[in-house]
């Protein structure tokens, strides 16, 4: 059982690059999320998704965008990369609340 | 709106020392409250949860309890193996609030000798 997996692991970006973020889960949950947890911080929650089709904006959106075209799957985009975006990001997915599964993060650095 | 605080770490321990991480939150209704842990290099893990007051949560020797009076959820052990070195984030889920969403602490370190 695969659970929430996510790619690339890693990946150096020069700003003004863009890249997806692929996050993808196997347990068919209707909600999924996306979070950014910063150096000594907490996870910060970016957007989410309550279903196909449905996306909605969290504490941090500005900067990324997010699609649902399928229950699995809930890629994340950042369209031009900026230092501030240097983080780990980690994509989770949830159905019976109030439990939520965490994929293993995707580290990104933007130099 | 939700916060949650946590100690700030690092805490150090010795093998088979006692382990308290505190946690206190600020939340309207009647939140549901975990503690994740983060081993190094890896996704953040259920811990426990406790979803209603005076609720406890336990797993792995770790215990923690719901306490509304004093809006907290320290989380105890009673003797830590240094297989418990990991980051622990302590979080709450509003459930009022339809995305459902997690507001996280900022981690407490662990780190327990030999």
């Known amino acids: 059982n695969a659970g929430v997996t996510q790619t690339p692991k890693f990946r150096i970006l020069k700003i003004g690059q863009s890249m997806t973020l692929q996050c993808a889960q196997d347990m068919n949950h209707n909600y999924m999320y996306w979070y950014r947890q910063d150096p000594g911080m907490g996870l910060k929650l970016i957007y989410y998704s309550v279903g196909a089709g449905i996306t909605d904006k969290g504490e941090v959106p500005n900067g990324y965008n997010v699609s649902r075209s399928t229950t699995e799957d809930f890629p994340l985009r950042l369209e031009l990369a900026a230092p501030s975006q240097t983080s780990v990001y980690f994509c989770a997915s949830s159905d019976t609340p109030p439990t939520q599964y965490f994929g293993p993060g995707t580290r990104l650095t933007v130099l | 709106g939700n916060s949650v605080t946590q100690m700030e770490g690092p805490v150090t321990l010795s093998e088979e020392a006692f382990l308290t991480i505190n946690c206190t939150y600020t939340?309207?209704?009647?939140?549901?409250l975990f503690w994740y842990v983060q081993y190094p290099g890896e996704g953040l893990q259920l811990l426990l949860k406790?979803?209603?007051?005076?609720d406890k949560g336990s797993n792995k020797g770790f215990e923690a309890t719901y306490r509304k009076e004093t809006t907290s959820f320290h989380l105890e052990k009673g003797s830590v193996q240094v297989s418990d070195s990991a980051v622990y984030f302590c979080?709450?889920?509003?459930?009022?609030?339809?995305?459902?969403?997690?507001?996280f602490g900022s981690g407490t370190r662990l780190q327990v000798q030999p």
């Open positions: 979080a709450l889920k509003n459930m009022d609030m339809g995305r459902r969403a997690l507001t």
């Open positions: 939340a309207t209704g009647y939140p549901s």
């Open positions: 406790a979803t209603k007051a005076d």
